[in-house]
């Protein structure tokens, strides 16, 4: 956008990006709970015994907090390569 063509400055947006996807899709998981839509990972849902019901029924258990602390994981991943 700037104009900047530097190969670490596209790599740091490239991470910037992707952590902010994450966020967006987790902030976003109530709203679409409440449609009946779940759009996280089902690897690691099913890593933690978790389903798209328990979501939408909006349980709070601690394999439920487990999946939630995975993904974020991953958000703080991509901003520890930016840094």
């Known amino acids: 956008i700037?104009?900047?063509r530097?190969?670490?400055a596209d790599h740091a947006a490239?991470?910037?990006g992707k952590a902010q996807g994450i966020v967006t899709c987790l902030r976003a998981t109530p709203y679409h709970c409440t449609r009946r839509k779940v759009f996280l990972p089902m690897d690691i849902c099913m890593l933690h015994g978790v389903s798209q019901e328990d979501f939408i029924?909006?349980?709070q258990e601690k394999n439920v907090r487990d999946v939630i602390y995975d993904i974020t994981s991953q958000a703080h991943i991509h901003l520890?390569?930016?840094r």
């Open 2 to 4: 700037l104009g900047v």
């Open 6 to 8: 530097d190969i670490h």
């Open 14 to 16: 490239s991470h910037i």
């Open 57 to 59: 029924r909006g349980k």
């Open 80 to 82: 520890e390569h930016v």
